[in-house]
């Protein structure tokens, strides 16, 4: 099997979209408590490689392995109750909903409804939310909705969070606010995350190590030091 510490292992992993190869026989591993970013230039395959782990899309071959257990053919749902959380570029979030109303989502799916008001409290107060409980998630700021996504997704426990650019149209002050959410949340319950993210000051203030995907496969993996100071690196992002 896996070496114990490893919490999330793909052995050549492979994606087709017909005659194009998206995700192009990649080992990857994540280890547990890990803060992992995945960079690379447009279309290198990112958002792909994240959908095939959490079971949006079906690998066309190559295996998936999570906690010691191979996952390659589990339902995206049964993903989500081995641990595994997706925040997806797109906020999804019930706009309709108040900030209260959202956390009863996930709730619904892992606490008994005595213990909602509780553990709403908790939720809002750890993520900057207490003043809003009951507001309209659609009149909260692009920050404070990114907050109520994550809030959402810590609801359900994971081990594993995924993150497709959760910086992307934030402000300055915002991101550092998401920067350091993910660093407390990483600390303190010891979730292991893969993010996507372009911007490379955020990568640089978050990241444990980063892997840099190209054509589909991993290019280089390491420190935001050696990657970033790598001409091999600044010359994919050229497109040269
Ligand atoms: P990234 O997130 O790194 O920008 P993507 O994973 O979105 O890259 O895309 C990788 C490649 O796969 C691109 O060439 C893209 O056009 C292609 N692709 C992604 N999704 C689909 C799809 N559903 N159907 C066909 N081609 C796709
Ligand atoms: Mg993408």
Request: a negative charge; hydrophobic letters at 40%; charged letters at 30%.
């Amino acid at each position: 099997g896996a070496d114990t510490d490893t919490l999330l292992q793909t052995r050549d992993l492979r994606k087709q979209f017909g005659g194009l190869t998206a995700t192009d026989d990649v080992d990857f591993g994540v280890a547990e408590g890990e803060l992992r970013c995945l960079i690379g230039p447009n279309g290198a395959g990112k958002s792909t490689f994240l959908n095939l782990i959490t079971g949006q899309l079906e690998p066309t071959d190559g295996a998936i392995y999570y906690d010691g257990w191979e996952i390659t053919d589990l339902s995206s749902h049964e993903r989500v109750d081995r641990g595994i959380s997706m925040k997806f570029q797109v906020p999804s979030i019930y706009p309709g909903l108040t900030v209260r109303e959202n956390l009863r989502v996930p709730l619904q799916q892992v606490a008994d409804p005595s213990e909602f008001d509780e553990r709403i409290a908790i939720a809002v107060d750890r993520f900057g939310l207490a003043d809003h409980v009951d507001e309209s998630s659609s009149a909260l700021s692009h920050g404070q909705q990114q907050r109520l996504e994550i809030a959402m997704a810590m609801t359900l426990e994971p081990k594993l969070m995924l993150l497709d650019e959760p910086v992307a149209g934030l402000s300055l002050e915002e991101t550092e606010e998401i920067a350091d959410l993910l660093r407390t949340i990483n600390d303190e319950d010891d979730v292991a995350f893969i993010v996507i993210e372009h911007d490379i000051d955020f990568v640089e203030s978050i990241a444990d190590r980063v892997t840099v995907l190209h054509q589909g496969d991993i290019f280089t993996e390491g420190t935001i030091e050696s990657v970033r100071n790598d001409p091999d690196v600044r010359r994919i992002y050229l497109g040269e």
